[in-house]
Nanobody, 115 residues
């Protein structure tokens, strides 16, 4: 069974940066298309970034130019570098594969952007 563990979130001022990490125990992230998702209070979970097994990436329009998704195969880890953070980026961030069914969702990681 695959276990997803996200880390790296926290409280940051507008304009600041954070780097999220996602480790998948029990599988190899490099063979899957992986995504970062977020869920803000009262809203549905949305996909913000995707990286394919081939390394191609795609970002939601709302984060394009500010966020970068990457992967370290040796560490079996997927990253989300978030720059120029805005208050509207406040959410719990999750990672998972895009294939159906998804793995069991991890606890997520809270990102709060506030002055």
């Amino acid at each position: 069974q695959v276990q997803l563990v996200e880390s790296g979130g926290g409280l940051v001022q507008p304009g600041g940066s954070l780097r999220l990490s996602c480790v998948a125990s029990g599988s190899i992230v490099s063979i899957w298309t992986m995504g970062w998702y977020r869920q803000a209070p009262g809203k549905q979970r949305e996909q913000v970034a995707v990286i394919t097994s081939g390394g191609s990436t795609n970002l939601a329009d709302s984060v394009k130019g500010r966020f970068t998704i990457s992967r370290d195969n040796a560490k079996n880890t997927v990253f989300l570098q978030m720059n120029s953070l805005k208050p509207e980026d406040t959410a719990v961030y999750y990672c998972n594969r895009l294939a159906m069914p998804p793995w069991s969702w991890g606890q997520g990681n809270q990102v709060t952007v506030s002055s």
